[in-house]
């Protein structure tokens, strides 16, 4: 059975940072990309960054580019996501999933149930 379970979130302070976790089972992380998305109160759910190991790729989107990083550890099957210099705006129940890789929600499969960041002072 394929499963994502997503860690790490929290409450910080602007400015600060977090590091998510999605930790893979069922497969391992070179058989599909992993994806991190967010959906704020109100707002449609948001591609934020993406990896494949197996094609040792990676993609952020214009809003977190150059804040965020997202890396795997294929030993943990695990995929992280490092976001730093973190605003309110980035206030979210941020979501990781397993597919094909890229922006778009409908190219992945299985999806984890979520884990809440809040950016607050």
């Known amino acids: 059975q394929l499963q994502v379970v997503e860690s790490g979130g929290g409450l910080v302070q602007p400015g600060g940072s977090l590091r998510l976790s999605c930790t893979a089972s069922?497969?391992?992380?070179?058989?599909?990309?992993i994806g991190w998305f967010r959906q704020a109160p109100g707002k449609d759910r948001e591609g934020i960054s993406s990896i494949s190991t197996r094609h040792g790729s990676t993609w952020y989107a214009d809003s977190v580019s150059g804040r965020f990083s997202i890396f795997a550890d294929s030993a943990k099957n695990t995929v992280y996501l490092q976001m730093n210099s973190l605003q309110p705006e980035d206030t979210a129940v941020y979501y990781c999933a397993a597919g094909y890789g890229g922006p778009l929600a409908s190219e992945y499969d299985c999806w984890g149930k979520g884990t809440q960041v809040t950016v607050s002072s």
């Open positions: 069922g497969f391992s992380l070179d058989s599909y990309a």
